[in-house]
């Protein structure tokens, strides 16, 4: 278990490789050399090769996350490029774009190039995501062109929603000459209030302030009539509510161009989870009703919501074990978010490979990544997934620096068993 | 197990019937000895119990001192204003070096929700809980349905109002979640906007005429408002609040009625309730605050004493 190189030829042997972006299966196996591919199909056996059996398995290209946070700069007790690195290809993904919201702020082309300098070794690719205003203080907008420049995929105040209508309509019209999407955490402040969890029975029950589904849907209606008329490129993250997922469709069939996504943990979870008060469940956006995690997975399977992101987000044990009000959000997401969104998914009607489009052809679309490639000369970028495998998602399967997650002891179907990205290999199963 | 089914009395939300008419069966015993020249009894002897209170109280922590003190435990007083929680020490640290000190049981208040459950995961010692933030006062739903028992015998079928700021209340919560339990009826009565949202699914009443409610109670619970929530965007107004909800003289005298008035206190004489209804025939207010020790001896005794 975990990372390692490969020498010499690997192997992937007799699997079903699906290429995410033809939407195409074969059967046959995969020749890795140097971290390329050397050959797929039938091909010439050289003698020295370490082989894999992929049998039963299906090969695709690496998973992409467009929503992560790996803590770096400020917060390397909780995460770092390199940790979280270790996570997300433990998950099976091979590209991460990670969020601004660090210490000292992703706001500068300085601190753009930070990241990319920083993350250039690692087994990983790492974008970097900008903020929308200097500081994330919601006042002025940063320097959007220069941090695009320096490599910044897109850009977001993260957890701090963009208040402020009249900045967020320049943000859109802004960035939308650079061609990247404006990231806006779609929530009314002011309706969320001192809020925690949910609003609803369980709320009154715990006697923990509610955060209303209306919070995040008054904003969402904002962005989106604001990206209509500006025709600016709005991304919604992490949608949590059936009304937000109305919203979104309504507008999408109108033929505005706009692109949401889904953590597996709102299609997983409900607020009914957090009876016993558990830190780990606390996040942002809250887990909502039954109710409201069916409209995400009809959304999903609809089209109305375009892919899923993890949110990864790691915190101390010693910040997750503060009562709950004090108690940071976030929970870790890239270790378990294909076992969790494959059982849910699965369950509701989706194929695996629908899975698979979701964690990589259709994130790498939201940010305009490049394609990846099945084919003779293309570097290594694959995950060997076995779609029966049941496990239960344990300690061992977390390799984030933190451990907050509600996840440890669920089951799960399905598994990316292996990561391959350039000569790295991280086996995910011993 | 003692003579409670649960180790700990965190809520009153999943306790059973058993166990709450058991709690009330015993204080009436404690009632008396309450009422005895020698108010001490030595069931607790060789007990320490440590009253950790992290918010400001005067009423319950002198209660629940009260009630320790009359069962002959060791006790120990420890506020947060005086503590170390203001160094930086965490919530942990500071309950596990007390607990190191071999207490037996924790009495605790918190201002937030859950602090007391996660406090019997970080010591080994029966919890009980003095008021979570806005979720539970379980001994104060204990004591307001003692109270109600004593006056009526009974609580089965029994109608109660709970006026005020549902919302904020952790005594409300109790009461609806202890009485519902025992067959009581509850209507909750006070501004739309202080009462939360899916409370009727906890099997109450919602009406928001403060005048059909008192026609139709046995008994009202009155909450104390908060005088931080006026003029916040909350209550307008005194005037507002006690004309469409306040318990007035006035109001008392035109309904022409037998019904019981409860308070929990502390009180805001001329707001939600008036001095000639506080004082008068028909509020037990004082009686709730002797059968406070007398309910607290009584979980504690079947918490710490002696099995049956």
Known sequence: MGLSKYKGYLLLKNGKIFDPYKDRTITGSILLKNGKIEAVGNTDLPEDRTELDCTGKIITVGFTDIHAHFREPGREDKETLETGSLAALAGGFTEVCVMPNTAPVLDTPESIRFINEKAAGLPVKIHPIGAITTGQKGEGLAEIGEMVRAGAVGISDDGIPLANGLLMRYALEYAGMYGIPVINHAEDIKLRDAGQINEGELSTRLGLPGIPDISESVMVYRDLALAEFTSGRLHIPH????????????????????????????????????????????????????????????????????????????????????????????????????????????????????????????????LNLQTKQIVKGAPADLVVIDPRCEWTFEKENIFSRSQNTPMRGMRFKGKPELTIRAKYIFRATD | MGNLTREHFLDLETAPKQDLQKIIDTAYTFREV??????????????????????????????????????????????????????GESLKDTVQNIHSMKMDAVIMRHPTPGSVLKLTRFVDATVINAGDGTHEHPTQGMLDMMSLHEKFGRLEGLKVGIIG?????????????????????????????????????????????????????????????????????????????????????????????????????????????????????????????LNGVAVRMSILYLLLGPND
């Open chain 1, 239 to 366: 949608v949590s509510s059936r009304k937000s997922v109305d919203l979104i469709r309504q507008f999408k069939l109108k033929g505005v161009y706009v692109t949401a996504e889904v953590s597996p943990h709102h299609l997983g979870l409900t607020d009914g989870a957090i009876r016993d008060f558990d830190t780990n469940l606390k996040v942002a956006p809250p887990l909502r009703s039954e109710n409201d995690r069916l409209a995400l997975i009809e959304g999903l399977l609809e089209g109305t919501l375009d892919c899923i992101a993890t949110d990864h987000a790691p915190h101390t044990l010693e910040e997750k074990e503060k009562d709950f009000i004090n108690a940071p959000c976030g929970m870790l997401g890239l270790e378990s978010a294909f076992g969790m969104a494959h059982t849910v998914l699965t369950a509701a009607g989706a194929s695996t490979l629908d899975v698979i489009k979701w964690f990589t052809v259709k994130p790498q679309k939201v």
């Open chain 2, 165 to 289: 700021d549902i919302l904020h209340s952790r005594v409300a919560l109790s009461n609806i979640f202890g009485l519902t339990t025992m067959g009581a009826k509850v209507t909750l009565c006070g501004p739309p906007h202080l009462i939360p949202g899916g409370v009727k699914e906890l099997g109450v009443q919602v009406n928001h005429d403060i005048d059909e409610v008192i026609e139709w109670a046995d008994a009202l619970n009155v909450l104390r408002i908060q005088r931080e929530r006026m003029g916040v965007g909350l209550i307008p107004s005194v005037r507002e609040y006690r004309d469409f909800f306040g318990i007035t003289a006035e109001r008392m005298r035109n309904h022409k009625k037998e019904i019981v008035i409860m308070h929990p206190g502390p009180m805001n004489r001329g707001v939600e309730i008036d001095s000639v209804v506080a004082d008068g025939g028909q509020a037990i207010i004082l009686d709730q605050v």
């Open chain 2, 34 to 87: 309450l009422d005895r020249p020698i108010k001490k009894v030595p069931s607790l002897t060789g007990r320490n119990i440590v009253n950790l209170f992290f918010e400001n109280s005067t009423r319950t922590r002198m209660s629940f001192e009260l009630a320790e003190k009359r069962l002959s435990a060791d006790v120990i007083n420890f506020s947060a204003s005086s503590s170390s929680l203001t160094k």
